[in-house]
């Protein structure tokens, strides 16, 4: 059964590649809006996280705003499907972004970058660009089950220039290695809720974010910036912000006070186009919350 889905997947992947691409998109949204509609679990989680984000939205606003941020997941699913037919000049030219130099002067240093993204507009979108501008970007994948999708998902990375590792325990070491040898490291960071997450204040609430990004810049000097991707009509636009890295303090207390630092800018961004965070996935550790292994 589990083959038969990712068989499925693997088509509907191939068709909508070759589908007029406003009748994917249109058709696409209208989807979007009946899964809203339904109210599901994921979208029903997904209100409950954008809530948190809005405490002075109105019910009536909320409801708008889950069904936009659905469509701009729907949006984001569309453009990964048809990313790999992307021209370099359409990828270069859908693309703005605010404070470019952070991320080139990390590049050209020679020593790498760290870049800390939260789960929303489409980051893809966002390193194919800079792959195409001569960067070499290396992401993690926490690995898929069956293992054919998640090759799938390596080689569709693959075909715009960025290396994807599975999370595994070697991969702190294999990051460091890259980053020593000139590479942007580019890390999802918005969510962990197993006991190594680190606890932070999200939007006045308990929350766990990964230590990856903290503990690689600290171990390695390389510089860490938060980078926020945002949906426009024609494309996406990325906003970077340099993460302060503190000199005083145990290894534990800086790594703590970074992932604060990129809770807050994660924050702002969000805050800013709620509508582009995709988390469809618990985030916040108070009440029910149970710790992941």
């Not at 029903?44 to 469509?71: F, G």
């Not at 020679?110 to 489409?122: K, M, Q, R």
């Not at 390193?127 to 993690?140: L, M």
Request: aromatic share 10%; glycine share 6%.
């Amino acid at each position: 059964m589990q083959m038969v889905s990712v068989w499925g997947y693997f088509a509907a992947w191939r068709l909508l590649r070759w589908l007029p691409e406003s009748f994917v998109y249109s058709s696409s949204y209208k989807l979007s809006d009946l899964l809203t509609k339904r109210n599901g679990r994921s979208v029903q989680r997904l209100r409950s996280n954008l809530a948190r984000t809005q405490p002075e939205m109105t019910a009536l606003d909320l409801e708008l705003l889950v069904y936009r941020a659905m469509r701009s997941s729907a949006r984001y699913l569309c453009d990964t499907f048809r990313l790999p037919d992307w021209s370099v000049e359409r990828i270069q030219n859908t693309v703005t972004v605010t404070n470019e130099h952070l991320f080139f002067d990390a590049m050209n240093a020679g020593n790498g970058g760290i870049i800390t993204v939260p789960h929303a507009g489409n980051y893809d979108h966002a390193a194919a660009y800079f792959c195409s501008k001569g960067a070499k970007i290396v992401t993690v994948a926490e690995h898929l089950k069956p293992e054919a999708l998640f090759k799938k998902f390596m080689a569709y990375r693959a075909t715009f220039g960025m290396e994807s590792l599975p999370l595994d325990g070697r991969v702190i070491p294999t990051l460091a290695g890259r980053l020593r040898a000139g590479c942007i490291v580019a890390l999802a960071a918005d969510r962990d809720l197993s006991r190594s997450g680190i606890d932070v204040d999200f939007f006045g609430a308990p929350a766990r974010m990964p230590a990856g990004p903290a503990v690689l810049a600290l171990r390695t000097g390389a510089p860490l910036i938060c980078a926020v991707v945002t949906y426009t009509d024609g494309g996406i636009h990325i906003d970077f912000d340099p993460v302060p890295i503190p000199q005083q303090g145990t290894e534990t207390e800086k790594i703590s006070a970074i992932v604060q630092s990129s809770a807050d800018l994660f924050a702002k961004g969000i805050t800013a186009h709620p509508h582009d965070w995709h988390m469809m996935q618990r985030i916040w550790t108070d009440g029910d919350f149970k710790e992941r292994e």
